[in-house]
C-alpha cells in the first residue's frame, strides 16, 4: 500500500501540556484520514476522522487538521491527562486503495502528572 | 449494538497445527478487514472483503494462510500449519465503506 509516515514514534508530556502528532502521506487520491488509539492490551479505537473536504475537526479536547496540498495531516490533543497514555495510529484511505486503510506506524504517548 | 465480536479471545497452539480464527462483523457493515499485529512489523493489513467478496489479499504471507467469508455474518482466518513466526494478535474490523472499527482481537502463541 502507499506510505504513511507518522512522527514522532514517542512523545512524553506533562499533564495539562498540549500534544501533536504529524502523519505524511504519497497517495494524492486520499480522501479520508482516521485516528485510533490503542491501549495496552486493547483494541484499536478510532477518536476521530477527517475527509479532504475540511480542513480541520474538533471533538472536545481532540482536533485534526488536513493540509492536502503538502500531504500531511495532524492529530492535536489539548490539556492533556494521564487517561490519553496509549498508542495513537493515524490513516489514509482513498480511491485508489478501495476501502483498505493504510496505517502509520504509530505514536506511544506518554502523559506523566 | 455488540459490536465486532471475535473468538476465541486467545489461542496458544503447537507448531504444525491448524488454527482457525473467526469473525462477527457489526450488523449492517458491508466491509470486513483481517489485519496482524506485531511489535516489529505493527499493524498490517492481510485480507478485506466488501459484500462478502474478497478484494485485496495482496498482505497473505503465504499460501499456509487462507479467509473466508461465507456470509455477510460471519468470517474466518485460518492458518495451516502454523509456525512460531505467526504469533501475533489478529484483528479483524468491519465497517461501512471506508470507516472501520476494530473487534477485541484474537491473541496467537504458536510454540
Known amino acids: 500500500g502507499e506510505n504513511v509516515e507518522q512522527h514522532p514514534s514517542t512523545l512524553s508530556v506533562q499533564e495539562g501540556d498540549s500534544a501533536v502528532i504529524k502523519c505524511t502521506y504519497s497517495d494524492s487520491a486520499s480522501n479520508y484520514f482516521p485516528w485510533y488509539k490503542q491501549e495496552l492490551g486493547k483494541r484499536p479505537q478510532l477518536i476521530i476522522d477527517i475527509r479532504s473536504n475540511v480542513g480541520e475537526k474538533k471533538d472536545q479536547r481532540i482536533a485534526v487538521t488536513l493540509n492536502k496540498t503538502a500531504k500531511h495531516f495532524s492529530l492535536h490533543i489539548t490539556e492533556t491527562q494521564p487517561e490519553d497514555s496509549a498508542v495513537y495510529f493515524c490513516?489514509?484511505?482513498?480511491?485508489?486503495?478501495?476501502?483498505?486503510?493504510?496505517f502509520g506506524k504509530g505514536t506511544s504517548l506518554l502523559v506523566t502528572p | 449494538d455488540a459490536g465486532v465480536i471475535q473468538s476465541p479471545r486467545h489461542e496458544v497452539t503447537e507448531m504444525g497445527q491448524e488454527v482457525t480464527l473467526r469473525c462477527k462483523p457489526i450488523?449492517?457493515?458491508?466491509?470486513l478487514f483481517w489485519y496482524r499485529q506485531t511489535m516489529m512489523r505493527g499493524l498490517e493489513l492481510l485480507i478485506y472483503f466488501n459484500n462478502n467478496v474478497p478484494i485485496d489479499d495482496s498482505g497473505m504471507p503465504e499460501d499456509r494462510f487462507s479467509a473466508k467469508m461465507p456470509n455477510a455474518s460471519f468470517s474466518t482466518l485460518k492458518i495451516q500449519p502454523s509456525e512460531p513466526r505467526d504469533s501475533a494478535v489478529y484483528f479483524c474490523a468491519t465497517g461501512r465503506a471506508d470507516t472501520q472499527y476494530f473487534g477485541p482481537g484474537t491473541r496467537l502463541t504458536v510454540l
Open positions: 450488523s449492517g457493515h458491508n466491509s
Open positions: 490513516a489514509q484511505g482513498g480511491s485508489n486503495s478501495g476501502y483498505a486503510l493504510n
